[in-house]
Structures are given as structure tokens and as C-alpha cells.
């Protein structure tokens, strides 16, 4: 019997410098596609797969984070007055119960398994999930849930992945792959960023369930790719002292929010996902496509 996953951390203490100058001000997180902020998006998924403990691993600068969870009283009062319902059954779905939210600060921007360290003494014995927010996915059930569900077989660690083709396998952590059962694949190593040679073309991206024993590991805190402290190296430990890590080949779309690119196309796609917008929006993106392609 695997323990259930009630906790998730968020890791949201980068730099964001892909995105300066808005960056400068505004935590990347805040950043909206639609209407939404990028925390939302990340929040609601984490909900579905029943997490009830959220983790913020927070930094300078990202008091604007802090402040989207707080109950907005008087916006709400407004518009209950106003009948405005729909609006305020929008900003109540952003409400978090009291106590549900901790957030702990990250001093210096060490890495990603720093920051996942940095939530150590919030941590019993028991799995965490983490999100990173750059990533969003489209996807029924959410990621989270279709993991938590695979986790429930497997146990251990798991990571999302997908396939890149192999000359962008340099950008990602890659699965060396021990056992292929489909959509779940035990692995036998895990490399961060690899310049050549990469083990496979199986990208981990940003959703984790990790063992406690994770935790351990990074207690050893070793500088891995880039200088940085990689949450990579800490579970391929896991594998290096025969416990199980495993990753799922999640069904749905992954964007890379954390580019400007990946930003631009998750926007096109959740605004046509939208049925207020799709008619308009879509009519739109032909008009500019076949001036394009008139002009060419
Ligand atoms: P990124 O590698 O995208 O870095 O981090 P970044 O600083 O956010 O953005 P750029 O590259 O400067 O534009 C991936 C995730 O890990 C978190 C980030 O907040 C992001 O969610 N992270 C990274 C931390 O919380 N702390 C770190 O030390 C590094």
C-alpha cells in the first residue's frame, strides 16, 4: 500500500530572467494566460489529484504571489451587490482555506533541488508532489491525478515524461530506461541535461511524486549541471540504492511557459479552448495566417 500524496511544493523562487523586463515587478508566475495566472493553472491540477497541503518555496520579490490568495472581501461584497454571480463564482474558486498554504523562503537561487529541499521541515514521512508552474498541460485528468493513479501501482518515485526528439534532449533531465511497460517505464539512471549521449529520448518534465528518502539525498547538497543543486541527481540516487523511480508517459500537452515561445503557444491554445473566445479568436489566427501567407 502506497501513502497517500496530500502535499505539493512549488517551487517558484527563479529568477524568471527569460521574461525580463515584465519580471522585473511581476513574479512569473502571476503571469496569465487568459485570465488566469500561471499559479492557478498549477493550483486547480494539484486540487484534482486531492492534494490538500500546498508548499510555496517563495523568494525576494514574489510578495504579488502571496497576495493573489488572499480572500478579496470587498471585490466579493461588490459584486454579490451588484449580482455580478458568475464573477464571484470565478473568484471564489481561487479561495484556499486557511492554513492550507505554507510558504517558505529559498535565500539564494541554488537550483531546483535546493528549492525542493528548502520544504524539508514541513515534510513527515511521507511522498510530496511537486509542480513547476512554467509547465503547464492540457490534459483529462490533469497530469497530477493520471500520476498519483499510476504511483498507486508502482510506488517509489515518479516523474512525467514525454518524448523530445533526441536533439533537444540537452535542454531536459533524460530517463535511462531499465524496464518499457507502455505508459509506465522503470528507470535505471537519470541525467540532467545531457551534452551528448543521451540515455534515451525520454524527457522528465515538471511534475514529481518523490519518496521521502529524496529528501535524504538532498540533504548532501551536491553542486550537479550548471552549478546548480539538481533534483535529478537526487533521484537518480534513489536508483543508485536500489529504489524504485519510475516515469509516466503522461496523455495530454505540455507547454513550456517558462519561453517565450511556449508562453505565446499555450496562449493560442487555452484561448481556443475557450468557448466565449474560440469563434473570434480562431476567425482571427486564419486572417493573420493568410495575410501571412499572401505577403510571402
Ligand atoms: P528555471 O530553470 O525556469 O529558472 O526554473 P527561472 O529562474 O525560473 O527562469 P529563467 O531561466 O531565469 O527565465 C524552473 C523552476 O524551478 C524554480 C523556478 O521558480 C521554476 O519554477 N526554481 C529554480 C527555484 O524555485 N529555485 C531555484 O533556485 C531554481
Known sequence: MTR???????????????????????????????????????????????????????????????????????????????????????????????????????????????????????????????????????????????????????????????EVPIEKTKAYGVLDIAEDMGAIVRAKGMVEKPKENPPSNLAVIGRYILAPTVMDNLNKLKQGAGGEIQLTDAIADEIDEGRGVYGLRFRGQRFDCGSKAGFLQATVAFGLARDELKDEFAEYLHDIMSMRKAAE
Not at 6 to 26: C, E, M, W, Y
Not at 28 to 44: C, F, H, S
Not at 110 to 132: F, T, Y
Request: with cysteine.
Open 4 to 162: 497517500k500524496v496530500t502535499k505539493a511544493i512549488f517551487p517558484v523562487a527563479g529568477l524568471g530572467t527569460r521574461f525580463l523586463p515584465a519580471t522585473k515587478s511581476i513574479p512569473k508566475e502571476i503571469m496569465t494566460l487568459v485570465d488566469r495566472p500561471l499559479i492557478q493553472y498549477a493550483i486547480d491540477e494539484a486540487r484534482e489529484a486531492g492534494i490538500t497541503e500546498f508548499i510555496f518555496v517563495t523568494s525576494r520579490g514574489k510578495g504579488a504571489l502571496e497576495d493573489y490568495f488572499d480572500h478579496a472581501h470587498e471585490l466579493e461584497s461588490s459584486l454579490k451587490k451588484s449580482g455580478k454571480t458568475e464573477l464571484l463564482d470565478i473568484l471564489r474558486g481561487t479561495n484556499m482555506d486557511s492554513g492550507a498554504i505554507a510558504y517558505v523562503r529559498q535565500h539564494k537561487a541554488l537550483g531546483l533541488g535546493h528549492a525542493v529541499w528548502c520544504a524539508r521541515r514541513l515534510l513527515g514521512d511521507e511522498p510530496v508532489a511537486v509542480i513547476l508552474t512554467d509547465d503547464v498541460i492540457m490534459g483529462e485528468p490533469p497530469c497530477l491525478q493520471q500520476m498519483v493513479e499510476a504511483y498507486k501501482e508502482t510506488g517509489g518515485t515518479m516523474v512525467a515524461t514525454m
